[in-house]
């Protein structure tokens, strides 16, 4: 299979490929601890959020915060998204780990320490201690998933099961519930004004 460009451009910086074959893995975490501001900031957000305080979820947010390109930037049109169904996607993501980037947090973790050679939209991290990657839906164990990253053959928005294969040749079926895809929906969280704001609000897939 060709080399995407990021690949090829890495593998001109140094040879940092890792030999195809390779297990690789994404074990959770969470760089939040180190800022209490932004903890204490987190406890209020899922407090708005388990509640679907609309006022709340306003204040907390930049008053440019982004929710998609084709949108409008501000606050509302990310309150619209949480009326269309977005409190409980939110609810989820907000108890996955949070990771720096760029001039803030991001959050789940993988968005932000996904590897750079693998392309996302080919790949999903198992978010679930004890997954199993398994012959059929339901069918016999093939093999134990230690937060591995796994190629997908086809990622299907809703499937209850994928086809997928861990990086060093096993194949099979993982549980959608048992990943997250790269394309899932994250937040971002910046500093404005010395007080953190939710400033982004993205995916879906």
């Keep these: 299979m060709a080399l995407s460009v990021r690949q090829f451009i890495g593998l001109l910086a140094g040879g940092r ?9 994404l074990r959770p975490g969470d760089e939040s601890a180190g800022d209490a501001a932004f903890v204490r900031f987190l406890g209020e957000l899922r407090r708005v959020v388990a509640g679907k305080d609309e006022a709340g979820l306003r204040r907390l947010c930049a008053a440019d915060v982004i929710t998609g390109v084709d949108m409008a930037p501000g606050p509302e049109e990310l309150v619209k998204r949480m009326r269309a169904g977005g409190w409980v996607e939110l609810a989820v993501t907000l108890g996955m780990g949070a990771a720096r980037y760029e001039k803030g947090f991001a959050m789940p973790y993988l968005f932000a320490k996904f590897p750079e050679d693998l392309e996302s939209t080919e790949h999903v991290v198992t978010v679930r201690a004890g997954a199993v990657l398994r012959a059929s839906a339901g069918g016999a164990v093939v093999c134990p998933l230690d937060f591995d990253i796994l190629r997908v053959r086809e990622f299907k928005a809703g499937a209850a099961w994928l086809a997928a294969e861990r990086l060093d040749g096993p194949k099979g079926v993982v549980a959608a519930a048992d990943v997250r895809s790269l394309g899932a929906p994250r937040v971002f969280f910046e500093k404005r004004g010395g007080a953190w704001k939710v400033s982004a609000w993205g995916g879906g897939a």
């Excluded at 490929?17 to 893995?25: D, E, K, V």
């Design 17 to 25: 490929l890792l030999a195809a074959g390779r297990r690789r893995y």
